[in-house]
Nanobody
Framework: EVQLVESGGGSVPDGGSLRLACTAS????????LAWFRQAPGKDREGVAV???????TYSDSAKGRFTISKDGDKNTLYLDMTDLTPGDSAVYIC???????????????WGQGTQVTVDS
């Protein structure tokens, strides 16, 4: 069974930091590209960051300079380190796996359930 399980969400103050984690089978880390998306209430799902298998990372404009995507193959875990958070970053953050390292929903086949991030103003 395909599973992507996110953790690490919560409430933080404006300007705070948070680390999200996504665990999955080792198969995913050798086969697919991994990414973080987010979805706020009433808004479309948007790509945040994607990590190619060669370690190349691509970020959305809103994430550049503040977020860092990384993974640990020994732990089968994808991370998203977020700093300088603002209320505009509040959303459900969702881990995804797919064949292409692009920030497009169409490029991802498997999705986690998401973890809520709330940034208090």
């Amino acid at each position: 069974e395909v599973q992507l399980v996110e953790s690490g969400g919560g409430s933080v103050p404006d300007g705070g930091s948070l680390r999200l984690a996504c665990t999955a089978s080792k198969y995913f880390y050798t086969t697919f590209r991994l990414a973080w998306f987010r979805q706020a209430p009433g808004k479309d799902r948007e790509g945040v960051a994607v990590l190619d298998n060669d370690g190349t990372a691509t970020y959305s404009d809103s994430a550049k300079g503040r977020f860092t995507i990384s993974k640990d193959g020994d732990k089968n875990t994808l991370y998203l380190d977020m700093t300088d958070l603002t209320p505009g970053d509040s959303a459900v953050y969702i881990c995804a796996a797919g064949p292409m390292a692009v920030l497009s929903q169409a490029a991802f086949w498997y999705w986690g359930q998401g973890t809520q991030v709330t940034v208090d103003s």
